[in-house]
């Protein structure tokens, strides 16, 4: 399971949880290679960037409890 957070100027627009990413991709309309590197934590939010809104991506694994 993966939680997808999406903020903008400080303010949380979207937060889900998720199956699998492809769920994610399916959801956001963004292709499995993108979500793949939000995931592994690899696209960093550049300093030299002007824009006037950069959405900050975090997804995350989600641990499920072990029911037994």
Avoid: W
């Avoid at 993966?2 to 937060?15: E, L, Q, S, Y």
Wanted: aromatic fraction near 8%; glycine fraction near 2%; include cysteine.
């Amino acid at each position: 399971m993966f939680n997808c957070k999406i903020d903008i100027d400080g303010k949380t627009i979207h937060d889900q949880n998720y199956k699998n990413l492809k769920e994610i991709c399916d959801d956001l309309n963004l292709s499995y290679n993108q979500v793949a590197e939000y995931s592994s934590g690899r696209v960093k939010r550049r300093a030299t960037n002007n824009f006037r809104f950069h959405p900050v991506v975090n997804i995350s694994r989600v641990k499920v409890p072990n029911i037994s």
